[in-house]
């Protein structure tokens, strides 16, 4: 049996930043690091440009397995962990053991498949580098394509279809692309950067059903009835938690609960990462969030904690899209009731607010005030008159 002082299962960002952290404070202590991908950490974020055909794969790679050697970290790659003794404080991965003293489980989550997809051999899901590459062969040698999901991986999706000269059909259930952070209004700009691109936005719809051909999909059926012939199809519907293997409290949904610490309901087991269900101090409230920079604070504040700090996360989240020639960001909590205003054809920014708290903000051209809005968001201030805050002299 293998054993370390700090057990870490996902080498995603948040895990490897933990490891990181642990090994800067603690010259000594053993840490061990497994994930079941056979390749070392690589930035999902940069997948997207690397889908689309303009970043080289290996500019995608932020560790290789020298890393890991280097600051003397035990990392396993192709290794599945089965199960978690968390009594024994022992973890199972085929025929292997590790204990461990201090548990960080940071393993995210996988595409959540397509109601009507029968294994077909060209239904695409998007998470892993694997997953980007056969994406990208799909989008250059794809004439037309049907691509599912109007979230922030479906417009990736999208675009990497359109940008490698496929025919695409973006099929979004809600009014407009990502829903819960904008209004028809402000999603207008993205949409017409998309149709600049040649992609067809479909909204109001859904995809009910395919027709296939000798295992792979041929046309795509929508619930109004329109059918949508296609070569490929790719989905990005949400995430389902990487959680089954450890007994510790869930969400109905499979996310792992966690407190302020990250601290889960077993001793000496903390989460960190897109599919941990947190309490935010700053929002008051459980929330989950999934950013890139929000997985290595997340990395950063468990290693604290599993070195006995007591350290709150209370990290405030971004998330930007970099495609178009005007820039979009989100900043903070999308969950609650929002004021907004266009300025001009590519310049829209939305406040969201929890009663008179300012809790995010959506901006698409003008960004200005980055800074001084995530301190109005921690700092948790309030305010009356939300529709100054839109004014572009309150910024300056």
């Known amino acids: 049996m293998k054993e370390s002082k700090f057990l870490i299962i996902g080498d995603g960002n948040a895990g490897a930043t933990a490891a990181e952290n642990i090994r800067k404070e603690d010259e000594e202590a053993s840490i061990t690091v497994l994930t079941d991908e056979d390749e070392a950490l690589y930035n999902r974020i940069m997948l997207k440009n690397f889908m689309k055909g303009t970043l080289p794969k290996q500019y995608a790679q932020v560790h290789d397995e020298g890393w890991y050697e280097k600051r003397d970290i035990d990392l396993h790659l192709e290794t599945r962990v089965s199960s978690v003794d968390t009594d024994e404080k022992v973890v199972e991965a085929g025929d292997e053991e590790f204990s461990y003293e201090k548990l960080l489980v940071a393993t995210g989550g996988s595409p959540r498949e397509f109601p009507a997809d029968d294994d077909f051999d060209n239904v695409h899901y998007m998470w892993t580098m694997h997953d980007a590459e056969n994406i990208k062969n799909a989008a250059e040698d794809s004439e037309e394509a049907v691509v599912i999901g109007g979230g922030l991986l479906g417009i990736d999706l999208a675009i990497a279809f359109a940008e490698n000269g496929a025919d695409t059909h973006y099929i979004i259930r809600e009014d407009n692309w990502w829903h819960r952070g904008l209004d028809p209004e402000g999603a207008e700009i993205i949409h017409s950067r998309l149709e600049d691109l040649g992609v067809n936005i479909v909204t109001n719809t859904e995809i009910v ?24 199809v790719a989905v990005a519907i949400g995430q389902t938690p990487n959680s089954e293997f450890i007994d510790v409290e869930k969400t109905d949904g499979g996310l792992i609960k966690t407190d302020e610490y990250l601290r889960t309901s077993e001793d000496d087991v903390f989460a960190a990462g897109n599919m941990v269900e947190y309490y935010s101090p700053i929002f008051e409230k459980r929330t989950v969030k999934g950013s890139w920079d929000h997985s290595e604070a997340m990395g950063e504040s468990a290693a604290e904690n599993m070195m006995s700090s007591e350290e709150v996360f209370d990290y405030v989240n971004t998330y930007g899209v970099g495609h178009f020639d005007v820039q979009f960001l989100a900043i903070g909590d999308w969950g609650g009731e929002g ?14 607010f929890d009663g008179n708290q300012l809790v995010g903000a959506v901006m ?19 305010f009356e008159d939300k529709e100054k805050l839109l004014d572009k002299d309150f910024w300056e």
Do not use: H, M, P, W
């Open 209 to 232: 059903d395919f027709e296939s051909e000798n295992s792979e999909v041929v046309a795509a059926e929508a619930s109004d009835g329109e059918v949508f012939e296609c070569d490929n």
């Open 339 to 352: 004021v907004s205003r266009r300025y001009s054809d590519d310049e829209y920014r939305r406040l969201i």
């Open 364 to 382: 698409i051209g003008y960004t200005k005030g980055q800074e001084k809005l995530k301190d109005l968001i921690y700092d948790q201030e309030e």
